[in-house]
């Protein structure tokens, strides 16, 4: 066992940034799981979450130098992951809006986009199929509160705004949530 994995993260990272690859690989190993069921939970899909965790680290490592150390590594690091899924879903957003456009510009017939109805198959349970409706901004922080149980304090940080829009965000996402899933938990699945 390596004497690094007792060291905080904020440390480890002032290590890596230096050349330490060990350093790297222990903190890594300590955030990719947590990272990567965070970003399951916000796209939907755990074979995109682990490509977008990669990213975030790839991204971390790259952006090294404008990090300062203030004791917030982890909410740091879930910001990469989150701007890098934001971006994601804007650039999926446009392709969704143009894509009809550019099929239809070819003379052939749109087809119906079978993603959705793709990812609807994956989904294990209606909770997380009614998470995945909530718009992004209510979402993050639903799911950093209640599946990763941050404070909001670390929530506020990771999202750049202020700890009484994440509490507003919170509430809304919840009551949002609360709406989808009573249709089903009345019966309405079939």
């Not at 903190?27 to 069921?37: G, I, Q, S, T």
């Not at 979450?49 to 404008?66: M, P, V, W, Y």
């Not at 507003?168 to 949002?176: D, K, L, V, Y």
Request: proline share 4%.
């Amino acid at each position: 066992m390596s004497t690094q994995t007792a060291l905080d993260d904020g440390t480890l990272f002032a290590r890596a940034r230096q050349g330490d690859a060990e350093a790297l690989t222990c903190l890594v190993d300590r955030h990719k799981d947590a990272l990567v069921n965070y970003l399951t939970r916000i796209s939907g899909c755990r074979d995109r979450a682990e490509d977008a965790a990669q990213d975030t680290f790839l991204k971390l490592i790259e952006g090294s130098r404008n990090y300062v150390e203030q004791g917030q590594w982890r909410p740091y690091l879930y910001r990469i992951a989150t701007n890098l899924v934001r971006s994601q879903q804007r650039r999926e957003h446009r392709w969704r809006v143009l894509r009809p456009k550019f099929i239809a510009g070819n003379g052939t017939r749109a087809e119906a986009p079978q993603e959705a109805a793709v990812e609807r198959r994956e989904l294990g349970s209606v909770l997380a199929q009614c998470l995945q409706e909530l718009p992004l901004k209510y979402r993050l922080p639903v799911v950093l509160r209640d599946i990763e149980d941050w404070s909001y304090a670390e929530i506020a940080e990771s999202l750049d705004c202020k700890p009484g829009t994440v509490k507003s965000r919170i509430f809304r996402g919840r009551e949002m949530l609360r709406q989808l899933v009573a249709p089903h938990w009345n019966g309405a699945l079939s």
